[in-house]
């Protein structure tokens, strides 16, 4: 008898400990559309909203342009507000600052992304992608480890690249001259 209420608690105790522990919420509800293209300014109007139930952190040093990064494909440009993929270098690094926005749940932030290639892609569809995550020390602690280490296997933005999910926008269609 007393080994089973042992055993009871101890299952109590573990499913208490499961469910008790503070999970990172996820950034599936989080929603990244433009809303507004002005070609004769350079301009993608976009705005970001957080239907989930706790915060989110979005990188945000390119998000109001220039691009960090463009793809480029037949009639498709994707502007990368964001490193997406890892890349080894040598010091000296020359990264731009680890910068993000808070967004907290049920909140919308917007704001203009300006870059010279939209004048040029009349006609193009577009879009935006961003890094979203929902805890900002790791990301934080992980940059500065991989900026002091000695050695080329990392960049800095690595860090931004393990730590994020990635949203792109919808596609808008600039308008032709």
Not at 148 to 174: I, K, M
């Amino acid at each position: 008898m007393k080994r089973t209420i042992c055993i009871c608690v101890v299952l109590l105790l573990a499913l208490s400990n499961a469910y008790g522990a503070t999970k990172a919420p996820g950034v599936s509800k989080v929603r990244f559309e433009i809303t507004r293209v002005s070609k004769t300014a350079g301009v993608l109007h976009w705005k970001i909203t957080n239907n989930s139930d706790a915060g989110v952190y979005i990188y945000s040093f390119f998000l109001l342009g220039p691009a960090y990064n463009i793809e480029r494909s037949t009639g498709m440009l994707i502007f990368d507000t964001t490193p997406i993929e890892r890349v080894a270098s040598c010091p000296p690094n020359r990264v731009a600052p680890l910068l993000l926005f808070f967004v907290r749940s049920g909140g919308v932030i917007e704001g203009d992304f300006a870059d010279s290639e939209i004048k040029k892609a009349g006609g193009d569809r577009v879009s935006l992608k961003i890094a979203v995550g929902s805890e900002p020390n790791s990301v934080v602690e992980e940059e500065k480890r991989f900026y002091n280490t000695a050695g080329c296997q990392h960049s800095p933005y690595d860090a931004v690249v393990n730590w994020a999910t990635f949203l792109e926008s919808n596609r808008v269609q600039v308008p032709r001259p």
